[in-house]
């Protein structure tokens, strides 16, 4: 009886408890606060601003809770080590409620210089893998050679040359009289070395690089009901020696691929849509990805510009991106 006593304490023990929910609110909250109840109630009591701050107090098991206010979380996520991790029973959950976690930044009208014709420029922080956004929709994008292409671009086009992005007016318009936004922050949300989290009801738009890059190391790491859209490389990168699954999500209008996998990782598709609009829908260097069951296969292909062409399953939809 003793040892059964003594076995039973241990397995109590033992046993994971979620520590609580921390709640996310960019209008309401406010990072002093404690995040541990959803409306402010004074003396530092209510959610926090910003998810950054509650991934940085967060604990293993925790739970992030994000209003969708209507109004985008522009900041860049960090989610990395044992503290953003979870178990098997109880996964580190970001639930959010279909919020947006956005990666651009208005395009100072000072900043355009005039090149020729209708043409306008200016450098963007990033020099690669950009995006421009019209009117809060990725713009049409085409791919030139050299600025000696120029004449190409059609109103409303736009093109990244040498680092710079080109884009084409409509005659008697300046590029100030439009809505034009640019990818400013790097990508949107990088795992690394997590066990046991979900990511839940969240788009992710607008980064230079990837829209959530599973770095390495990620374990049970659960994507559902993630739309990433334009951002300037991928929707959805996997690396290392990962394992991911994206559940009934939809990635699309990304600048080269919608989902790419690399070194020893595997991801599992199941019930996702990935739009060839405007790239393909894999690119597969090494690593597994599984659609609905079905292993994608990876042949070799040209490279164009420097970038190795992705690849894309028979069979994989192709019409635009709508949201």
């Keep these: 009886m003793r040892q059964f006593a003594i076995a039973l304490l241990l397995i109590l023990v033992a046993r994971p408890a979620r520590c609580g929910d921390i709640f996310v609110n960019n209008v309401q909250g406010d990072d002093r606060n404690t995040g541990r109840i959803s409306n402010p109630e004074g003396a530092g009591s209510g ?10 107090i967060a604990n293993k098991g925790d739970r992030i809770i994000i209003s969708n206010t209507g109004v985008p979380y522009r900041e860049s996520l960090s989610i990395q080590g044992g503290r953003n991790s979870g178990w098997d029973s109880y996964p580190f959950t970001i639930q959010g409620n279909g919020a947006i976690l956005d990666g651009r930044a208005t395009v100072p009208v000072d900043a355009w210089k005039h090149v020729q014709e209708d043409v306008y420029c200016f450098a963007p922080i990033y020099k690669t893998y950009q995006q421009l956004y019209l009117e809060d929709r990725p713009a049409k994008r085409v791919d030139l050679n050299s600025r000696d292409e120029l004449d190409r671009l059609k109103p409303l086009e ?9 884009f084409r007016t409509e005659e008697t318009r300046g590029p100030g ?20 989290i979900q990511i839940m009801d969240l788009t992710v738009q607008g980064f230079q690089l990837d829209g959530i890059n599973a770095h390495s190391n990620c374990s049970d790491t659960q994507l559902i009901a993630i739309t990433s ?28 691929v919608q989902l790419r996998g690399e070194g020893f990782s595997k991801t599992t598709v199941i019930d996702s849509t990935l739009l060839e609009n405007p790239a393909p829908a894999t690119f597969i260097d090494d690593a597994q990805i599984q659609i609905d069951g079905k292993e994608v296969k990876s ?3 040209p490279q164009t510009a420097g970038i190795p062409r992705p690849l894309t399953p028979p069979g994989a939809p192709a019409s635009p991106l709508r949201r």
């Design 47 to 56: 959610p926090i601003a910003t998810i950054s701050k509650a991934l940085r």
């Design 158 to 166: 736009w093109s990244l040359v040498d680092g710079m992005i080109f």
């Design 177 to 196: 009289s439009y809505s034009l936004t640019f990818s400013a922050r790097r990508t949107g949300i990088t795992l690394y070395e997590v066990r046991h």
């Design 229 to 256: 859209r334009g951002n300037g490389r991928s929707g959805v990168s996997v690396g290392g020696a990962s394992r991911v699954m994206l559940a009934k999500s939809l990635l699309g209008d990304n600048g080269t």
């Design 299 to 301: 042949l070799p292909e």
